[in-house]
Nanobody, 122 residues
Framework: QVQLVESGGGLVQAGGSLRLSCAVT????????MGWYRQAPGKQRELVAA???????NYADSVKGRFTISRVYAKNTVLLQMNSLKPEDTAVYYC????????????????WGQGTQVTVSS
């Protein structure tokens, strides 16, 4: 059974750093893309950063230059290094795995993690 296990959230002061980690567990054949989304209270879930299988990355304008997404392909893991954090980065961060195949012939499915809270105090 495929699961996404997140870690690394917490409370940090403005200007500080956190690193989020997400591991896809279970029997995995391939994953197209992995990414991080966030949802603040009263707001819609939004893309923070994503990384494709070929290493191409995509960032929200609000985090460019501060956040870095990376992927450990051999461990089906995605990392999000968050620097220069701001109070407006406060949200629940969700890991996403797109186009997951558990066997060569299986259908592609998307999966979500349970979410990890990031709180940035001013």
């Amino acid at each position: 059974q495929v699961q996404l296990v997140e870690s690394g959230g917490g409370l940090v002061q403005a200007g500080g750093s956190l690193r989020l980690s997400c591991a896809v567990t279970g029997s995995i054949f391939s994953i197209n893309a992995m990414g991080w989304y966030r949802q603040a209270p009263g707001k819609q879930r939004e893309l923070v950063a994503a990384i494709r299988g070929d290493g191409i990355t995509n960032y929200a304008d609000s985090v460019k230059g501060r956040f870095t997404i990376s992927r450990v392909y051999a461990k089906n893991t995605v990392l999000l290094q968050m620097n220069s954090l701001k109070p407006e980065d406060t949200a629940v961060y969700y890991c996403n795995a797109q186009g997951v195949k558990v066997t060569p012939g299986s259908e592609r499915r998307d999966y979500w993690g349970q979410g990890t809270q990031v709180t940035v105090s001013s």
